[in-house]
């Protein structure tokens, strides 16, 4: 098993920045890839953005250039700097893991709300 927390979330106004930090512990050599994954009331959860164990990374087309996502291996946590918030940033922000094998473990979610 593979647990993930996630820290970081609040409220921010439109223009400003947040880090989230997701730290896991258990099982994390069957860890592959880890990301950020948002979902908005209403709407399907969708990737932000992810990075793979040797650095890769990949970024929604609405985050590009104002996330960062990076990887500290040797604290098993993975961190995403948000930059330029804007309101439709808003949504529950949750840390995934995918292991070698295509499964995924889950945070439990931290909240982002950019006012305007």
């Known amino acids: 098993q593979v647990q993930l927390v996630e820290s970081g979330g609040g409220l921010v106004q439109a223009g400003g920045s947040l880090r989230l930090s997701c730290a896991a512990s258990?099982?994390?050599?069957?860890?592959?890839?880890m990301g950020w994954y948002r979902q908005a009331p209403g709407k399907q959860r969708e990737l932000v953005s992810d990075?793979?164990?040797?650095?890769?990374?990949n970024y929604a087309a609405s985050v590009k250039g104002r996330f960062t996502i990076s990887r500290d291996n040797a604290k098993n946590t993975v961190y995403l700097q948000m930059n330029s918030l804007k309101p439709e940033d808003t949504a529950g922000y949750y840390c995934?893991?995918?292991?070698?094998?295509?499964?995924?473990?889950w945070g439990q979610g931290t909240q982002v709300t950019v006012a305007s």
């Open positions: 995934n893991g995918r292991t070698w094998l295509a499964h995924d473990y």
């Open positions: 258990g099982s994390i050599s069957r860890i592959n890839t």
């Open positions: 990075i793979t164990s040797v650095g890769n990374t």
